[in-house]
Nanobody, 124 residues
Framework: QVRLVESGGGLVQTGGSLRLSCTAS????????IGWFRQAPGKEREEVSC????????YYASSVNGRFTISRDNAKNTLYLQLSSLKPEDTAIYYC?????????????????WGQGTQVTVSS
């Protein structure tokens, strides 16, 4: 059974930083592209970032490029997202997403498994 468990969300002021983590189990983590999506109230879920299985390539939405950094530790089966220079429009539930046994980030990302999400709220 595949499980993706996010943590690290919270309330932060504009300009602040957070670090999200996603720990995976039951997944061929080292052979899978994995990424982050977010969904704001009243909006559709959107891809934020994706990283290939070997960390060779990372993709970012234009709205977060230069402010967010995705990384992974295959030895720990853990994915990270460093959020910096946060803005109120970054407020959303952030979801970890995996493309099991698919090593590359397809465009758009094909997702086989989702985490339960972690709330990020940026106050103005």
């Amino acid at each position: 059974q595949v499980r993706l468990v996010e943590s690290g969300g919270g309330l932060v002021q504009t300009g602040g930083s957070l670090r999200l983590s996603c720990t995976a189990s039951g997944l061929t983590f080292g052979a899978s592209a994995i990424g982050w999506f977010r969904q704001a109230p009243g909006k559709e879920r959107e891809e934020v970032s994706c990283i290939t299985s070997s960390s060779g390539l990372a993709y970012y939405a234009s709205s977060v490029n230069g402010r967010f950094t995705i990384s992974r530790d295959n030895a720990k089966n853990t994915l990270y997202l460093q959020l910096s220079s946060l803005k109120p429009e970054d407020t959303a539930i952030y979801y970890c997403a995996a493309a099991n046994a698919v090593p590359y980030c397809s465009r758009p990302m094909v997702v086989n498994y989702w985490g339960q999400g972690t709330q990020v709220t940026v106050s103005s």
